[in-house]
């Protein structure tokens, strides 16, 4: 034997000690803490679980916790309990919220994004800064500051509210009334509860920062031929955006859809924090607090992760749809 | 990638254009109603803040006023005095958890990514294309799923009400490892194996050759995972339930539900709060930024 093979087969045992040493511990720790988690909250869908009751075995399952097989799926597609009614409720306002959400934020940040890159470089930074600042500050601290934005009594909207009718009322034109923003469960405008409006408002104020500066990055890497071909052959600036700037953005504006509605889909502090539960009517229930008032509050844990399956399926679902609506298959 | 032949008159021809459009960027209307637009829309983000800020400043009974006041008519630091002495609220042992938490996540999954992220670029091994998959795979799931069976597990190993709780569980994390293996792949395969013919343990070549060129990556990944363990509710909310353990964001929401008839203290608790590490964040921006353009990670 060479000694460079000597040293070959030297280096072949180290690497093999150094991908035992890591990857052992590694795959253990998924096992635990990944790959265990996802197959038991599959299994809990199918039983009666609640962590009350000990069951049988090393995960509780069985005995006092029995297996219901499709039973909590069939309840949440058609059953008339309280907690079937609650899940279909919070499907219905998760999927409000995310519709709502996803199509005013883009309205937003792409414009706004073009409007801060045409600016001079000198202030630029700061605009972007500024614009920055919501995403991140903690959404406890977003559910607060717009909780007390909203207070029906010393917040700053009613306040507006009052000192426009003290300008209006004088002039013979009746100004709007002062509203209840988060907990009036009658107040709603065109069928959406007013207290969803305004949770939907402190979502897309604190989330828009986050894709506006994805679509700066973007429109940095559009290379500066292509508009300036255009504008050298007399296009004006809305047609370099409709047929230049627009189209390049596509696989970044279906990255930042599939990434905002996977984030709406899960939105849970804002809500929980301004409107604990989803309000007294569940108004702005969605279903990440259908899953924790399930769970932690009401001990129904084999019903909450059937609610959470639902929630994953539905998640996939919504991301191969975006995919296949928004798939180019060009690059530039 | 983007270059694209052209003569040299037409490079003429669009740098005299760049010229004259950034002459013109200065001084027509268009540009002004942009820097307008621009100016609203910074106002409004920043009115929030603004409010909450000043009223902090503000007494009860300005505060209870309606319409509301905007400047402080009677500027008084009283509110922070009160925050600052309740004996209920200890604020510097929840700074405490915090950081440790904060901490220890960073200091773990800076380590599991880097490592990870090396072995995913630099290595061949049995199941590596399966092992990456699942990775991957992990970044579908919602957190809502496993939140359930991971609670489970915890009261299982008995670290309910324990501030580890909060840091093993987020031991591994797939975007770190992903975005480390991105600027792994990047490190010339020569530099490692120079090392190994002079004779220096594969754990070494890892800790001493590998991870001193990730440098601003690994500093990237850092501020992105201290933010958000910084910022979470939901999981510190279902593992902490006994009060001198909670995190700052628990205790804020539970300070300010215990004082709701009392915005400007609630208000004085949040800029104390949540203020600090705005600021340090702020400083960090142009690291956040970078990250979150570079891997596209989302709270």
């Known amino acids: 034997m060479s000694f460079a093979e000597n040293i ?23 096992a635990i803490f990944s790959i265990l988690p996802v197959m038991w909250a599959f299994l809990l869908a199918f039983f009666d679980y609640s962590a009350q009751r000990t069951g049988d075995g090393l995960l509780g399952l069985g005995g006092a916790n029995p297996y219901i097989g499709l039973q909590n799926f069939q309840n949440m597609l058609a059953g008339e309990s309280l907690e079937a009614q609650q899940f279909r409720l919070s499907l219905g306002n998760t999927i409000v919220f995310a519709l709502l959400v996803l199509p005013i934020n883009l309205l937003i940040t792409i414009p706004l ?13 700061i605009f972007r800064l500024i614009f920055f600042l919501p995403v991140v500050t903690s959404s406890v601290g977003v559910a607060i500051m717009w909780g007390y934005l909203y207070h029906p009594q010393n917040g700053l909207f009613n306040g507006l509210i009052v000192m426009l009718s003290n300008l209006l009322t004088p002039l013979g034109i009746s100004p709007p009334s002062r509203q209840i923003w988060l907990t009036n469960p009658r107040a709603e405008i065109a069928g959406i509860p007013l207290a969803m409006l305004s949770i939907i408002v402190a979502y897309l104020w604190q989330d828009f920062g986050y894709n506006t500066i994805i679509f700066i990055a973007a429109l940095q890497g559009i290379p500066e031929h292509f508009r300036e071909a255009a504008n050298v052959d007399g296009a004006n600036g809305w047609q370099i955006f409709r047929h230049i700037t627009l189209p390049l953005l596509r696989p970044t504006i279906l990255l930042t859809s599939v990434l905002t509605m996977l984030s709406a889909f899960q939105v849970f502090d804002l809500i929980q924090i301004m409107t604990p539960g989803g309000g007294a009517q569940g108004q702005t ?48 | ?99 440790i938490v904060a901490v220890s996540n960073v200091v773990l999954v800076l380590f599991t990514s880097a490592l990870f992220g090396y072995i995913f670029a630099k290595f061949r091994f049995w199941g590596k294309r399966l092992l990456f998959g699942y990775i991957l795979l992990q970044l579908m799931i919602p957190f809502q799923v496993t939140m359930i069976p991971a609670y489970l597990i915890l009261a299982r190993l008995n670290l309910l009400n324990n501030l580890l709780g ?16 991105q600027y792994m792949s990047v490190i010339p395969d020569e530099l490692l194996d120079s090392a190994r013919v002079d004779g220096a343990s594969e754990w070494r070549i890892f800790f001493q050759i590998a991870i001193p060129q990730l440098g601003p990556a690994l500093a990237t990944l850092g501020i992105l995972i201290f933010m958000f363990s910084w910022n979470a509710y939901l999981w510190p909310l279902i593992v902490l339930t006994e009060q001198n353990i909670r995190t700052l964001p628990i205790i804020l929401t539970w300070y300010t539900n215990q004082h709701a008839n009392q915005l400007n203290l609630s208000m004085a608790a949040s800029v104390l709060v949540v203020m600090p590490v705005l600021l340090v964040f702020l400083v960090m921006q142009r690291w956040i930024i970078q990250g979150i353009t570079l891997t596209g990670i989302k709270g």
Not at chain 1, 115 to 123: D, F, N, Q
Not at chain 2, 37 to 64: C, M, N, Q
């Open chain 1, 8 to 30: 070959f087969t030297g280096r072949e045992s180290s690497k093999k000690f150094f991908l035992t040493t890591s990857l052992t511990p590694m795959i253990i720790y998924l």
């Open chain 1, 113 to 125: 994004a073009v409007l801060i890159e045409s600016i001079g470089t000198r202030w630029k930074p």
């Open chain 1, 285 to 332: 229930r969605v279903l990440t607090i259908d899953i924790y008032e399930n769970a932690f509050r009401f001990q129904r844990m084999g019903w909450s992760a059937s609610v959470s399956v639902a929630l994953f399926l539905l998640v996939m679902l919504i991301t191969l749809i975006q995919f296949r609506l928004l798939r180019t298959d060009w690059e530039y």
């Open chain 2, 1 to 99: 990638m983007y270059q694209i032949d052209q003569p040299q008159a037409l490079a003429e021809i669009t740098s005299a254009n760049r010229v004259q459009r950034q002459s013109r960027r200065r001084l027509t209307p268009p540009m002004l109603l942009i820097y307008l637009i621009l100016i609203v829309g910074a106002f409004l983000t920043v009115v929030p803040f603004l409010f909450t800020f000043l009223s902090s400043f503000k007494t009860l009974d300005e505060i209870r006023q309606v319409p509301p006041t905007f400047l402080p008519q009677n500027f008084t630091t009283e509110n922070y005095e009160t925050v600052l002495n309740d004996p209920d609220l200890p604020l510097l042992l929840f700074y405490r958890n915090s950081v």
């Open chain 2, 166 to 181: 909060l840091i093993v569980p987020s031991g591994i994390n797939a975007f770190g490892i992903f975005l480390m293996r």
